[in-house]
């Protein structure tokens, strides 16, 4: 299986990106001028272009060598989407209360993080796979529990009760986190042509989400 770096991108370069989510849908117009549309992927990929965030050459030489110990494509990093990081809103702080993330049983002790968009016609859940490490807050029946009565593995984004805190039959588990997306480089070549970047002009490097 190929290398995962649990390593983040440069955070400085990453907050000045552009990017966002893709989804992948046919459109098939019938004669009669209505569609017939249907969903390819059920979730969506997100890609990004660093290019946007390098100013310096300092920031290039960062890049370059990020881009180096990554292998180009070979290796999977984390990255902070400067637009979702958060369980929360925008603006608003994270709480244990921002996003079920699962309903106890008695018996079940893992759940997986998620995040919820939308929530009146057709809401999406996404899983956060790579949750920032000491972020996480957690409430079961809307009552927030000590870090001490479950573990989180940033690696996968999987949370799990210890014995004597498993949530009862019908108790709602909660969570609020910050999170990176994992990504990879969608090229094996940077071009940087120093005399264009000198007269400001943006040298594209693109990333795209992968599942870790």
């Known amino acids: 299986m190929t290398a995962f770096h649990e390593v983040l991108f440069p955070l400085d370069i990453a907050l000045k990106s552009s990017g966002g989510p893709e989804r992948r849908t046919d459109v098939v117009t019938l004669g009669s001028g209505r569609e017939e549309r249907n969903a390819r992927w059920a979730h969506s990929r997100r890609r990004?272009?660093?290019?946007?965030?390098?100013?310096?050459?300092?920031?290039?030489?960062?890049?370059?060598?990020?881009?180096?110990?990554?292998?180009?494509?070979?290796?999977?990093?984390?990255?902070?989407?400067?637009?979702?990081?958060?369980?929360?809103?925008?603006?608003?702080?994270?709480?244990?209360?921002?996003?079920?993330?699962?309903?106890?049983?008695?018996?079940?002790?893992?759940?997986?993080?998620?995040?919820?968009?939308?929530?009146?016609?057709a809401p999406y859940q996404r899983r956060i796979e790579k949750p920032v490490a000491g972020s996480l807050r957690v409430a079961v029946a809307g009552v927030e529990v000590a870090g001490s009565a479950f573990t989180l593995d940033t690696a996968t984004g999987i949370v799990t009760f210890l014995a004597g805190h498993i949530p009862a039959n019908g108790q709602a588990v909660t969570a609020g986190f910050l999170f990176d997306v994992p990504v990879?480089?969608?090229?094996?070549?940077?071009?940087?042509?120093?005399?264009a970047f000198a007269a400001g002009t943006i040298p594209k490097i693109p990333l795209v989400e992968i599942k870790p």
């Open 184 to 195: 990879r480089f969608d090229t094996d070549y940077l071009e940087v042509d120093l005399s």
């Open 48 to 121: 990004y272009d660093a290019g946007y965030g390098v100013k310096t050459h300092q920031a290039l030489s960062q890049v370059i060598e990020f881009f180096e110990e990554r292998r180009g494509r070979l290796h999977g990093f984390r990255w902070r989407d400067r637009l979702d990081h958060s369980s929360a809103a925008p603006g608003a702080s994270v709480t244990a209360l921002d996003q079920v993330i699962g309903m106890g049983d008695g018996e079940t002790a893992s759940f997986a993080l998620t995040k919820t968009y939308g929530g009146v016609h």
